[in-house]
């Protein structure tokens, strides 16, 4: 299908002009695999942001947030650890616009954790705007923000294989965001998904996927990477060794429930973690700030990220966010 055609069948699909069984068949039409183009993906996420409800910020700050964000369904059970690096981030001086939902594919999604760390989610839209203008930082709860995929999620849960919604979420950030970090479950999407970005009018992103199917930047093995900037998409590999992280297994960043990741993401910030869940986060971050534009390259990031960390003003953000959504 062409960007039109794809673009004219997902507007009817979110106006509801489709009942159950055209909706199935149309989703089933839709699957995720190597033949799901560019255009499929940047038309899909297109319609669906249009139809979010928006973050009603001023451009300024549109303009200068950023979404840190995976797809999920990587199965690996790691630790939120794009959660963690998106209040890391946050701290090092950007505004982070973080779109997530509650788990599906793991025991703890970035709602779960957040909500364990004290951060009131229930906010209204507005609340949520104020939220990032006074602490550089807010998390959109999916599901405040879409509210169209209430009548399509109940058919998509009735179809076991992927389809092309499986990767929608990332691209289509209700604040309308032009710069992100952005993980998926496997390579063969990391330059298609940069390319949709860019179609969709982004400046700044870096799509990311682990040799091992990790969709964040990964300590175990390489990582696929495509960065959009300067208006051209690169694409090129991330081994973190190179930048004296030491290589650590899967197992080493497994998490658990909410409460443990909660946990997790505290040691990182009092220092008190384990080698490999402080140097994950550490490499995801830098990342960030290069997507964001505060750092020149990875060695950069890192050593920002790092002094946030040493400093206390991961831990002083965190604490902030608590108490302002707390006070909204």
């Given at each position: 299908m062409?960007?039109e055609?794809?673009?004219?069948?997902?507007?009817?699909?979110f106006?509801?002009?489709?009942?159950?069984s055209?909706?199935?068949e149309f989703?089933?039409?839709?699957?995720?695999d190597e033949?799901t183009?560019v255009?499929?993906?940047a038309?899909?996420?297109?319609?669906?942001?249009?139809?979010?409800?928006?973050?009603?910020?001023?451009?300024?700050?549109?303009l200068k947030s950023?979404?840190?964000?995976?797809?999920?369904?990587?199965?690996?059970?790691?630790f939120?650890?794009?959660?963690?690096?998106?209040?890391?981030?946050?701290?090092?001086?950007?505004?982070v616009?973080?779109?997530?939902?509650?788990?599906?594919?793991?025991?703890?999604?970035?709602a779960?954790m957040?909500?364990?760390?004290?951060?009131?989610?229930?906010?209204?839209i507005?609340?949520?705007?104020?939220?990032?203008?006074?602490?550089?930082?807010?998390?959109?709860?999916a599901?405040?923000?879409?509210?169209a995929?209430?009548?399509?999620?109940?058919?998509?849960?009735?179809i076991?294989?992927?389809?092309?919604?499986?990767?929608?979420?990332?691209?289509?950030?209700?604040?309308?965001?032009?710069?992100?970090l952005?993980?998926?479950f496997d390579?063969?999407f990391?330059?298609?998904?940069?390319?949709?970005?860019?179609?969709?009018?982004a400046?700044?992103?870096m799509?990311?996927?682990?040799?091992?199917?990790?969709d964040?930047?990964?300590?175990?093995?390489?990582?696929?990477?495509?960065?959009?900037?300067?208006g051209?998409?690169?694409?090129?590999?991330?081994d973190p060794?190179?930048y004296g992280?030491?290589?650590?297994?899967l197992?080493?960043?497994?998490?658990?429930?909410?409460k443990?990741?909660?946990?997790?993401l505290?040691n990182?910030?009092?220092s008190t973690?384990?080698d490999?869940?402080r140097d994950?986060?550490?490499?995801?971050?830098?990342?960030g700030?290069?997507?964001?534009?505060?750092?020149?390259?990875?060695?950069?990031g890192?050593?920002?990220?790092?002094?946030?960390?040493?400093?206390?003003?991961?831990?002083?953000?965190?604490?902030?966010?608590?108490?302002?959504?707390n006070?909204?």
């Amino acid at each position: 299908m062409s960007y039109e055609e794809v673009k004219k069948a997902f507007t009817s699909l979110f106006n509801h002009e489709m009942n159950d069984s055209e909706m199935r068949e149309f989703l089933l039409r839709m699957k995720l695999d190597e033949d799901t183009s560019v255009q499929s993906i940047a038309a899909a996420a297109d319609v669906m942001r249009s139809y979010a409800l928006p973050l009603p910020i001023s451009e300024e700050l549109r303009l200068k947030s950023l979404d840190i964000v995976g797809t999920g369904g990587d199965k690996i059970g790691s630790f939120n650890i794009s959660s963690t690096v998106a209040v890391l981030v946050s701290a090092c001086g950007s505004y982070v616009a973080k779109h997530g939902s509650r788990s599906v594919t793991s025991k703890s999604g970035s709602a779960d954790m957040f909500e364990e760390l004290g951060v009131l989610l229930d906010l209204s839209i507005q609340k949520s705007a104020r939220l990032l203008e006074e602490t550089g930082f807010t998390f959109m709860f999916a599901a405040n923000h879409h509210p169209a995929m209430r009548f399509i999620m109940p058919v998509r849960k009735t179809i076991p294989e992927k389809t092309i919604f499986n990767i929608l979420g990332p691209l289509t950030n209700p604040a309308g965001v032009k710069k992100s970090l952005l993980g998926v479950f496997d390579k063969s999407f990391v330059p298609k998904m940069a390319e949709a970005l860019k179609m969709n009018g982004a400046i700044s992103t870096m799509v990311v996927s682990s040799r091992e199917h990790m969709d964040e930047i990964s300590i175990s093995d390489i990582t696929y990477a495509s960065r959009l900037y300067d208006g051209r998409v690169d694409e090129f590999e991330i081994d973190p060794q190179i930048y004296g992280i030491k290589k650590a297994p899967l197992a080493a960043i497994i998490g658990g429930e909410a409460k443990e990741n909660a946990k997790i993401l505290y040691n990182i910030f009092d220092s008190t973690a384990t080698d490999a869940q402080r140097d994950i986060v550490l490499i995801n971050a830098a990342c960030g700030l290069m997507v964001e534009g505060m750092a020149r390259d990875i060695q950069d990031g890192l050593e920002i990220a790092r002094e946030t960390i040493k400093n206390g003003k991961a831990k002083e953000k965190l604490k902030k966010i608590i108490e302002i959504s707390n006070k909204l």
